[in-house]
């Protein structure tokens, strides 16, 4: 989209959350969400400014902070993505430093050392989530009222 677009969509807070890293912008549109949100989970790759906008709007998002194993490691991998000038990688590197004082603020921690084992542990909180009892209570508790009305309406007609 374009930047008079983008910028549009920030003034109408067409956003569920946006941010600007390292020079580009990027932002999920509230309107693409709703069609989706009372379905499925989502899921947001964002950093944790975008992170907290999705707390403050959606109080019961689940939020994860993955993150490398080490500082050797991180720098592999964003050299990995292509030539970085030394002032960039020294930029991501306070980025980094920045975003892990907010590891607090998250629901839970991954580490991306071995994919696959990150990945699990990603799978089973998507998995987990849903059956936490503040999520199951409600529920279950009105179905069961509703189950325990129609069962005394029946047995009193008897």
């Given at each position: 989209?374009?930047?008079?677009?983008?910028?549009?969509?920030?003034?109408?807070?067409?956003?569920l959350e946006w941010a600007e890293v390292?020079?580009?912008?990027?932002?999920?549109?509230?309107?693409?969400?709703?069609?989706?949100?009372?379905?499925?989970?989502?899921?947001?790759?964002?950093?944790?400014?975008?992170?907290?906008?999705?707390?403050?709007?959606?109080?019961?998002?689940?939020?994860?902070?993955?993150?490398?194993?080490?500082?050797?490691?991180?720098?592999?991998?964003?050299?990995?993505?292509?030539?970085?000038?030394?002032?960039?990688?020294?930029?991501?590197?306070?980025?980094?430093?920045?975003?892990i004082q907010k590891v607090a603020d998250?629901?839970?921690?991954?580490?991306?050392?071995?994919?696959?084992?990150?990945?699990?542990?990603?799978?089973?909180?998507?998995?987990?989530?849903?059956?936490?009892?503040?999520?199951?209570?409600?529920?279950?508790?009105?179905?069961?009222?509703?189950?325990?009305?129609?069962?005394?309406?029946?047995?009193?007609?008897?």
């Amino acid at each position: 989209m374009d930047q008079e677009t983008f910028d549009r969509m920030i003034r109408e807070e067409a956003f569920l959350e946006w941010a600007e890293v390292h020079g580009h912008r990027y932002g999920s549109s509230i309107e693409n969400l709703r069609s989706c949100a009372k379905t499925q989970s989502l899921l947001f790759e964002v950093d944790w400014k975008g992170a907290s906008q999705i707390r403050r709007e959606m109080e019961e998002a689940v939020l994860v902070f993955v993150m490398t194993p080490s500082l050797d490691d991180l720098i592999r991998r964003i050299k990995g993505r292509g030539p970085i000038s030394p002032e960039e990688l020294s930029v991501r590197i306070r980025t980094a430093t920045l975003e892990i004082q907010k590891v607090a603020d998250f629901d839970y921690l991954v580490i991306n050392d071995n994919f696959d084992e990150a990945l699990n542990e990603l799978q089973s909180i998507i998995i987990a989530e849903p059956c936490k009892r503040r999520h199951r209570i409600p529920a279950w508790t009105e179905r069961w009222a509703r189950e325990i009305e129609a069962y005394e309406k029946v047995k009193g007609k008897r």
